[in-house]
């Protein structure tokens, strides 16, 4: 569908897969409800946590009220039962996630591996990957019998290696992934303001659109390679405000993904000329702050990933979605405040024919020329009812293209061993990911990892069954 498809006077019908999830399932409600090219169609919430969806439906009811909109709300722990006629089915589920993350990090790091996120990269992606392709697969299954023209939008994290996973192995069905990391146009007003050409508030889309900017590469491995506006390079005012906040980073006592990103983000930029535009999770790939340093100097070795703060963190979620629910906070508050979301920001400029660009993750298509076609990679686009569309990139730098071919195997690899259930193949993978450095250590993970999440990875692992999850 290549015209809008706003004159039809219907909105979409999208379908949450993980209708609970802390970071989407609050978000895509108050869009859905608000927007004026969404809330004529249908929110269909998926989650196979009864409790869990029953709060979330309730949620979506209460929007429905406070919003005066006609938005149609349907709910099933069976996303077969709400499939049919979907226009965008959405993937944010993940199976026991924060606890999972917690074992796999807690086992790599007494391998001598660290985590600071443990869900894309390292041996938490590897596992990730493992855990939730044969869901991911099943639903693309469903979806080609029950809404064959739906797109399918991976937010499930690995973003990359499930992106892969569905556009090798279910390539009927129309997909791509995403990642809230470069949210439009927040992300790019953010690089400008850095480079002082906005002021701090301002907003100037004439501008904003005119500045040579090329920043991309493998989700969570992306870098701002070319900053230019009439003719003057910006990247060396960039790299100057980078050193200058390194050394003001007292960061301390911060979580792991935040603790002193200034400095891991300085040294980098450094040693690449290119800005790393997701340092949280870039540091992670990189094998220089996994703490071998023979020396024993530069930067300290990653934080470590907190389960527990972050399983705090999703009860705070949903202890604030029970004052909604109570009546003590108001739901005008939740609609405004509520802030908003890249998937359905995409979903209603493709829907709605709004022209705007976006940054999604999709096969390369030429748009980095000294990279494969088919390169999984994270670039903006345009993007439409015919999908997404890479615009021109240029050459990614050497060093940078290199390390991102190392992650994109580590994914691929990880995709094939999750498919056939292959011990060889996750081997390989293992020992390819740019942050294992032992082969006894990996060996000694993926024993320890099989074995700790065998109830959540497919009986294919373990002798039974054809190990094969494809079919």
């Not at 299954?141 to 023209?149: G, T």
């Not at 960061?251 to 891991?264: L, Q, V």
């Not at 963190?313 to 405004?336: C, W």
């Not at 109830?455 to 054809?466: M, S, V």
């Amino acid at each position: 569908m290549s015209i809008s498809t706003r004159a039809s006077g219907r909105g979409p019908k999208i379908v949450v897969m993980g209708a609970g999830s802390m970071f989407f399932g609050r978000q895509a409600i108050a869009k859905t409800v608000t927007s004026e090219v969404l809330r004529t169609g249908t929110l269909a919430l998926v989650d196979t946590d009864a409790p869990t969806l029953e709060k979330m439906t309730a949620l979506a009811h209460r929007a429905v009220e406070a919003a005066g909109a006609p938005t149609t709300i349907q709910s099933s722990t069976d996303r077969r039962d709400v499939l049919a006629g979907a226009d965008f089915v959405v993937l944010t589920f993940a199976d026991r996630g924060i606890h999972f993350r917690g074992v796999d990090v807690e086992v790599s790091a007494r391998h001598g591996v660290r985590m600071c996120s443990g869900d894309t990269i390292g041996p938490g992606g590897v596992f990730r990957t493992l855990r939730e392709a044969h869901h991911v697969l099943a639903v693309a299954h469903d979806v080609e019998e029950l809404c064959p023209d739906a797109w399918v939008i991976n937010y499930i994290n690995p973003s990359a290696a499930l992106g892969i996973l569905l556009m090798r192995h279910a390539p009927r069905v129309k997909s791509f992934a995403l990642c809230d990391g470069h949210h439009e146009p927040r992300f790019r007003r953010g690089l400008l303001r850095d480079a002082g050409l906005l002021a701090p508030e301002e907003e100037n889309p004439a501008l904003e659109e005119a500045v040579d900017l090329a920043e991309g590469g493998v989700n969570h491995f992306t870098w701002l390679v070319r900053l230019r506006h009439e003719g003057v390079d910006y990247m060396p005012k960039l790299l100057a405000q980078n050193t200058e906040r390194a050394a003001e980073d007292t960061d301390a006592g911060a979580h792991a993904k935040s603790r002193f990103n200034r400095r891991y983000r300085h040294e980098l930029f450094e040693i690449f000329g290119a800005c790393p535009t997701t340092i949280s999770h870039t540091k992670e790939y990189v094998p220089y702050y996994q703490g071998h340093s023979a020396s024993g100097g530069g930067l300290e070795p990653v934080a470590l990933f907190d389960a527990p703060a972050r399983a705090e963190q999703r009860a705070e979620v949903y202890r604030e979605i029970d004052s909604y629910l109570a009546r003590g906070k108001p739901m005008a508050e939740f609609l405004e405040k509520t802030p908003a979301d890249h998937a359905t920001d995409i979903i209603e400029s493709m829907w709605g024919g709004l022209g705007k660009r976006f940054y999604v993750n999709t096969a390369n298509r030429g748009a980095v020329t000294n990279m494969a076609p088919d390169a999984f990679l994270e670039l903006r686009c345009d993007l439409d009812m015919d999908g997404p569309r890479p615009l021109p990139f240029g050459e990614m730098p050497c060093g940078v293209r290199g390390l991102s071919r190392q992650v994109l195997d580590t994914h691929e690899l990880a995709v094939e061993a999750a498919v056939h259930c292959d011990r060889a193949l996750l081997r390989r993978a293992m020992l390819t990911d740019p942050i294992v450095n032992s082969v006894a250590d990996a060996d000694a993970i993926i024993a320890e990892l099989l074995e700790a999440e065998r109830d959540a990875l497919p009986a294919g692992w373990f002798g039974r069954g054809e190990g094969d999850v494809t079919g």
